[in-house]
Structures are given as C-alpha cells and as structure tokens.
C-alpha cells in the first residue's frame, strides 16, 4: 500500500522557518521524482519544488526561489522542504508528490494528504 505521509506544518510567524517531511512507503521510493506542491484557499495548487530521483537536479517556483530547500533521503525514503524566511503568502496547504514516468502513455502519481503552514504574526 502506497503512503506518503507529510509533517513539520503548523503556524509560523513572517520570517521565521519550518521544515516539512514526506515519509514514503509501498513503493520503490529512489525511483522516483519527488516534489511539494501547495494549494492556498481559492487558488489552484502549485508546484513549490521538485528534486530528481537521484537528488541531484531540483527546480524550484520562481516565488520561493532564494528561500526554500527541497532534499531527500533515499535511504530513509523521505523528502523534506525547508523554508526559510516565510512570507504570508506561503500560507497553504502543502503536498507530496511522487512521480515516476515509465513510458510516454505510462506515469505514476501518488499524493499525500497535505500539511497546512500558516505563516501570520
């Protein structure tokens, strides 16, 4: 059975820090592309950072470029998000995603539950 179970949210005052953890089990974590995504109240989720399966390419939304880190744990099977410096505007419920493509009509994807951060002094 898949699960991605994330954790580390909570309220946080404007520039302060919290790090987010994406435990993974029921399948070959290593293999895949490994990403958080947030969704705030009336807005469409986002892609906020993604890291290769290896851990050595990462890409990042140009909003939390500067001040979020993506890092993962293949041997933990755990991905984690650290961010630094949070603004209002990174309040949302924060995602983990798993994704690995094995052909071009063939492509897994796997979500955890979510994790609200709100930032609000």
């Known amino acids: 059975q898949v699960q991605l179970v994330e954790s580390g949210g909570g309220l946080v005052q404007p520039g302060g820090s919290l790090r987010l953890s994406c435990a993974a089990s029921g399948f070959t974590f290593s293999t895949y592309s490994m990403s958080w995504y947030r969704q705030a109240p009336g807005k469409e989720r986002e892609l906020v950072a993604a890291?290769?399966?290896?851990?050595?390419?990462?890409n990042y939304a140009d909003s939390v470029k500067g001040r979020f880190t993506i890092s993962r744990d293949n041997a933990k099977n755990t991905v984690y998000l650290q961010m630094n410096s949070l603004k209002p505007e990174d309040t949302a419920v924060y995602y983990c995603n798993a994704h690995r493509r094995w052909s071009p009509t063939l492509e897994y994807d796997y979500w955890g539950q979510g994790t609200q951060v709100t930032v609000s002094s």
């Open positions: 890291i290769a399966s290896a851990g050595g390419s990462t």
